[in-house]
């Protein structure tokens, strides 16, 4: 499966501030609910020189241009990161302390988050590093430009 169909919102949140639930199918929606379709890539966590980059990587060529045009559309705002297991919020990572950069690939992206200020570079690579153990133990991982997910994965 190359793609997920989200429901986002306060019933998603289950009063939550941040909440993503796998939806079947949007008949019998109630008014005002948003559904977003995202794209699943295999995603890697990678510390660099001043915070760390995350790389989404797609399976197809639909996919990866769904990817690149939310990113496209998205990527000045604010980066963050959920993981969730079995649809239970496990960690959130806002990374609002680094300047954060989304490249296309050839078969996804690449956002890259740095800080040249030392502190804010250690908070960086210590969210590199929950994000990956996450990832690599099950969870799956959304990644969101100002709150809109853009893709959802996990760690291959």
């Not at 794209?39 to 990866?64: M, Q, T, Y």
Request: aromatic content about 6%.
């Amino acid at each position: 499966m190359t793609s997920v169909l989200l429901e986002r919102g306060p019933a998603a949140a289950g009063g939550t501030s941040f909440g993503f639930q796998p939806g079947t199918s949007p008949a019998g929606a109630p008014a005002g609910t948003n559904w977003s379709i995202l794209p699943r890539c295999e995603l890697r966590f990678e510390k660099c020189k001043g915070g760390f980059k995350i790389h989404c990587a797609c399976p197809d060529d639909v996919s990866c241009a769904t990817l690149q045009n939310l990113c496209k559309m998205l990527c000045e705002g604010t980066c963050s990161c959920c993981c969730t297991c079995n649809g239970i919020q496990v960690c959130q990572c806002s990374l609002t302390c680094g300047i954060c950069k989304c490249d296309f690939t050839a078969d996804g992206c690449c956002i890259t988050c740095t800080s040249g200020d030392k502190a804010c570079c250690d908070m960086l690579q210590a969210c590199c590093d929950c994000l990956s153990c996450c990832c690599e133990n099950g969870c799956c991982c959304y990644v969101c430009f100002g709150n809109s997910p853009v893709c959802c994965g996990k760690c291959s």
